[in-house]
């Protein structure tokens, strides 16, 4: 299953909402999640199956979706989040991942 | 606290072999499937292998299909990943990441191992 984010890279003033979204060549379902990855570091769980927040992750971060399109919000941008956002899929062996959606902050 | 620590990665020659390990702590190892990770220099992240709590179920990636081995001790709180034949296209950082309880998705990620393969 391939899936594909859109868009490749944001440049996005503090504050603002961010949305990015991510596609699958075939429907999942819900099983569908999303990582932040900053640089130098591993990724973390921001969201599973589809719209489930993770504990300890900011309420400014929501995703939805079913099928094949999901869509990860950021509500008032800060700082902090400039990261590269990847989705990721586990309907179906092999697992994969979008090919990420990096984040800057102007 | 949870903690996934991977070891092991370093310089090989194309064709040549690697062994990876990953301990874990903070967490009833057992009780969790687990997976590996990786991620080409400046490139996205591609799913490897899986492995089940008991090691029922093992997949892997297609690339690595062969040629990587999966497996675990949870007498001894720790992941392997025997990399053999391996090629230059197998450089990268290697992460070893919990499957969450009662969920595919990974929850847990240690802070990953390099891997090199070049002549």
């Known amino acids: 299953i391939v899936l594909t984010q859109s868009p490749d890279f944001q440049s996005v003033t503090p504050k603002e909402k961010v949305t990015i979204t991510c596609r699958a060549s075939q429907s999942i379902g819900t099983s569908l999640h999303w990582y932040q990855q900053k640089p130098d570091q591993s990724p973390k769980l921001l969201i599973n199956y589809a719209s489930q927040s993770f504990s300890g992750v900011p309420s400014r971060f929501s995703g939805g979706g079913s099928g094949t399109d999901f869509t990860l919000t950021i509500n008032s941008l800060e700082a902090e989040d400039a990261a590269t956002y990847y989705c990721h899929q586990t309907n179906s062996l092999p697992w994969t991942f979008g090919q990420g959606t990096k984040v800057e902050i102007k | 606290e949870v903690h996934l620590v991977e070891s092991g990665g370093g310089l090989v020659q194309p064709g040549g072999s690697l062994r990876l390990s990953c301990a874990a702590s903070?967490?009833?190892?057992?009780?969790?499937?687990m997976n590996w990770v990786r991620q080409a220099p400046g490139k996205g992240l591609e799913w490897v292998s899986y492995?089940?709590?008991?090691?029922?179920?093992?997949d892997y990636a297609d690339p690595v299909k062969g040629r990587f081995t999966m497996s675990r001790d949870n007498s001894k709180n720790s992941l392997y990943l025997q990399m053999n034949s391996l090629r230059v296209e197998d450089s990268a950082v290697y992460y070893c990441?919990?499957?969450?309880?009662?969920?595919?998705?990974?929850?847990?990620w240690g802070k990953g191992t390099t891997v090199t393969v070049s002549s």
């Open positions: 492995i089940s709590s008991r090691s029922g179920a093992i």
């Open positions: 990441a919990r499957g969450a309880a009662g969920g595919d998705y990974m929850d847990v």
């Open positions: 903070g967490f009833t190892f057992s009780g969790y499937p």
